[in-house]
């Protein structure tokens, strides 16, 4: 009787031991934020997002817009820029992509890495770093003087440090501090290096619909030709594995070092200026238990 008395006090007490443990193991874990932007990109330029690893995104994105010649319709609009990329988690912080469009011939690649995540709790840094560097290859047929047609030439490089905040809920906002050298010039004496900064916000309206918009504003613009700071307004749907983005934009390209450096429309209801963009992100899981923790995750919402 004794011997049993002795076991269950045992017993007892390791449980609690255990429950004390666990419950200071919790308030010791990082509570990090979680969907800052829910996808990786805002409209047309990347989040601080990154996909869980062994995630493999399908990326296809439309500008449709019209331009001022009334005999130039076809099938309701008369320019259509479809860019079609790939892109893979390598692990939960790094990812990379490639893609090619066809109205400006340019095929990129990218490397993002998330390198701060904001935290839920005081401690630990209150916002979200990524880093992300892009390269474009310009393959177009290019008749430019002061161009040295060479592979070399025809390459162009974008630098970005993403700075992002979740707010509460529903608001976050993003910074993108960007450098551009472009390896293509209208003019010996122009420079081919310029200095942006990025503004991305995003308001959510229900589970699976927010609403976002974002602005660059180039320091040095090219001086060549008129051009633009790109701006887009637009609705996120999530729907299951895959992500709908429509919105309005004066950015016909989809190229990072495109549509901030050589945006040539502004932002108004007159054609060719204003252009409706579509993007269509289709997840395939390659590790199923990421797929079974999300399920879980939603079915908790």
Do not use: C
């Not at 970005?160 to 209208?186: C, D, E, M, W, Y």
């Amino acid at each position: 009787m004794l011997a049993l008395l002795a076991f269950a006090f045992t017993a007892e007490a390791q449980k609690g031991l255990l429950d004390i443990l666990e419950k200071e193991q919790k308030d010791t874990l990082p509570q990090y934020t979680s969907a800052t932007f829910k996808t990786t990109r805002i409209t047309y330029g990347h989040s601080v997002e990154t996909r869980k690893k062994g995630i493999l995104e399908v990326f296809v994105a439309n500008r449709f817009w019209n331009t001022p010649e009334l005999r130039s319709q076809k099938f309701g609009v008369d320019k259509i820029n479809v860019r079609i990329a790939l892109e893979y988690a390598w692990s939960d912080r790094l990812s990379t992509g490639f893609g090619g469009s066809t109205w400006d011939g340019l095929f990129d690649g990218y490397l993002k890495y998330r390198l701060i995540r904001q935290r839920n709790d005081s401690k630990g840094v209150p916002f979200n770093i990524t880093i992300f560097q892009n390269a474009s290859y310009n393959s177009s047929a290019l008749n430019l003087p002061y161009f040295n047609d060479s592979f070399s030439g025809r390459l162009s490089y974008t630098s970005q440090i993403l700075l992002a905040r979740k707010f509460n809920s529903k608001f976050s906002l993003q910074l993108a501090p960007t450098f551009v050298h472009k390896g293509l010039g209208g003019d010996s004496g122009e420079t081919k290096n310029h200095f942006a900064l990025g503004f991305g916000g995003r308001y959510k309206l229900s589970n699976h619909v927010s609403l976002v918009s974002e602005y660059y504003t180039v320091f040095n613009p090219i001086e060549s030709t008129d051009t633009y700071g790109p701006f887009g307004l637009g609705v996120n749907w999530e729907i299951g594995d895959v992500m709908l983005q429509f919105m309005l934009t004066n950015a016909p390209s989809m190229v990072e070092d495109s549509f901030i450096t050589r945006t040539r429309n502004n932002f108004n209801f007159k054609n060719p200026n204003l252009n409706f963009g579509f993007n269509f992100t289709y997840i395939i899981h390659f590790n199923r238990k990421l797929k079974g923790l999300k399920q879980i995750n939603t079915s908790k919402r």
